[in-house]
């Protein structure tokens, strides 16, 4: 009988967190199995899948301390069906390959629903940013006002680089999307099995070549960890942003995502995106413990890379999801001050680069000469207690500056600064246009391959089942 402390503490909870989690892909690995046991003419492999299709469909039994795990207890009832299915099933069959297979199934699953989140976030950056390509902000760096620039091209941006995360996704699916069935314990086994049946039945790419690589590894997870880090880091960042903009009245959020204050009758606290960033946090946290779970551990111990390391993965994919979900709704409708953003850009000094350019194209002079003349005119509206917005033709005069004075206003002006700049990649309206259109496509790529890979896992399932696949489920569609 195990040790009361060692029940508490390890098996009840892994028992507890498998019933939860992981019965499907535990019925869907096992169904494989046997599916490849019967076309190998294992006698009594064709009535152990039978049986699994009819207990998948039962509840399934709580915790009995007399039991080890989960395996054991589907197996005490196979055995109780049907003596010989449940032998047959036990062929070259180990609870290493097993769980490993279990758990590379969860981790598809739970990426999967991840890329459709993404999706759906990008899709919504993209709708607000069509709406957004004139309104005017001004971008910070080092925590100053740095230049004009519009709200739609900063959204872009950002879409740009979860696009690269769905990238990474994808890229980690492919070393994740690999069959541990058939390793057994990790020496491989005597029997005739087919490992590309199996993988094939499980809608895996292929098995894994080295039978001990299949039961040791942690690589796949570890990847899996650092690029939930890297988005979750990017939206932080994100999240820092919109925190900055909510709190000077720039950006509000839709009612049912703000708190109010029981003293103060005037708050509208933006509580969505303090706990999305506080969800992202966990996430990044929960991340840093799958890595310390396979850390120092040798090429070959199981309980580290494998139960142990579940809990703080599942606590990642949900921290990350939930993040990602509120960012989600927080950015269908914002509040957007687009007066407020304006008289921002037309009061400061942001737009100065562009009376540099003029400068300089104007022939005065090389861009280092005309920064210097720029810098000595701010320098004298500063000492004079001015707005750069009251600057005037003497005080250019002052610091050698002679341009027409259309041309200085109109290098001066915000909005002129950013319809210049046409460049590939800038903020002007019709170059943001050009963006989203590409964007769009992108998006409606990833949807495509997320929807291709997504059909091909269901159906895969379904046919373990013995079920009819009515639906798939998809990723949103990036239409206008």
């Known amino acids: 009988m195990w040790h009361d402390t060692y029940l508490q503490t390890v098996l009840r909870p892994d028992y507890d967190y498998a019933r939860a989690h992981l019965l499907p892909?535990?019925?869907?690995?096992?169904?494989?199995?046997?599916?490849?046991?019967?076309?190998?003419?294992?006698?009594?492999?064709?009535?152990?899948?039978?049986?699994?299709?009819?207990?998948?469909?039962e509840p399934f039994p709580a915790y009995d301390p007399s039991i080890e795990d989960v395996f054991f207890t589907l197996d005490l009832r196979l055995g109780q069906a049907d003596a010989q299915a449940a032998g047959a099933l036990r062929t070259a069959l180990s609870r290493n390959d097993?769980?490993?297979?279990?758990?590379?199934?969860?981790?598809?699953?739970?990426?999967?629903?991840?890329?459709?989140?993404?999706?759906?976030l990008r899709l919504t950056l993209l709708d607000l940013a069509g709406r957004e390509r004139e309104t005017l902000i001004v971008a910070y760096t080092h925590h100053q006002p740095a230049q004009p620039t519009?709200?739609?091209?900063?959204?872009?941006?950002?879409?740009?680089?979860?696009?690269?995360?769905?990238?990474r996704l994808f890229s980690a699916l492919t070393r994740l999307n690999l069959c541990p069935m058939g390793a057994v314990a990790l020496g491989g086994t005597s029997f005739p099995i087919d490992r590309d049946l199996t993988a094939e039945l499980l809608a895996f790419d292929r098995p894994i070549e080295n039978t001990y690589d299949a039961v040791s590894t942690s690589d796949w997870q570890v990847e899996i960890a650092g690029t939930i880090t890297t988005a979750a880091t990017t939206l932080s960042r994100a999240v820092h942003d919109l925190l900055f903009w909510a709190s000077r009245g720039l950006l509000t959020l839709a009612d049912g995502l703000v708190q109010g204050s029981s003293v103060m009758p005037q708050k509208r606290n933006p509580v969505a995106l303090e706990h999305a960033r506080t969800k992202l946090s966990k996430a990044i946290g929960a991340s840093g413990a799958v890595v310390l779970s396979a850390h120092n551990v040798p090429f070959g111990d199981i309980n580290d890379p494998g139960p142990d390391m579940q809990p703080p993965l599942h606590t990642m994919w949900q921290e990350f999801g939930e993040a990602v979900d509120l960012l989600t709704v927080t950015l269908l409708s914002p509040g957007i001050n687009r007066r407020k953003w304006r008289e921002e850009a037309e009061g400061g000094e942001a737009a100065i680069t562009e009376l540099a350019d003029a400068l300089a194209q104007h022939d005065q002079g090389g861009f280092r000469e005309a920064h210097a003349a720029v810098k000595a005119l701010?320098?004298?509206l500063h000492q004079a207690g001015?707005?750069?917005?009251?600057?005037?033709?003497?005080?250019?005069?002052a610091v050698g500056v002679n341009l027409p004075e259309a041309v200085w206003r109109s290098a001066l002006d915000p909005a002129n600064f950013v319809a210049r700049r046409t460049t590939y990649g800038g903020p002007a309206p019709e170059t943001i246009s050009q963006h989203l259109t590409f964007a769009r496509q992108r998006l409606e790529a990833d949807g495509q391959q997320h929807e291709t890979a997504t059909a091909r896992f269901a159906a895969a399932r379904a046919a373990l089942a013995d079920v009819h696949l009515d639906s798939v489920p998809t990723a949103p569609s990036s239409a206008d």
């Not at 297979?101 to 969860?106: A, G, K, N, P």
């Not at 872009?156 to 680089?161: F, I, K, M, S, Y």
């Open 378 to 380: 701010l320098l004298r």
């Open 25 to 57: 892909h535990l019925f869907d690995a096992l169904s494989a199995h046997a599916w490849m046991l019967d076309q190998q003419g294992v006698t009594g492999a064709a009535r152990a899948l039978e049986l699994l299709r009819e207990l998948r469909r």
């Open 386 to 397: 001015r707005k750069l917005s009251e600057v005037t033709g003497d005080d250019l005069a």
């Open 98 to 120: 097993l769980d490993m297979t279990i758990y590379r199934l969860s981790a598809r699953s739970r990426l999967m629903r991840a890329v459709v989140r993404l999706i759906t």
């Open 150 to 167: 519009t709200l739609a091209h900063y959204l872009c941006g950002l879409e740009n680089v979860l696009a690269r995360d769905v990238e």
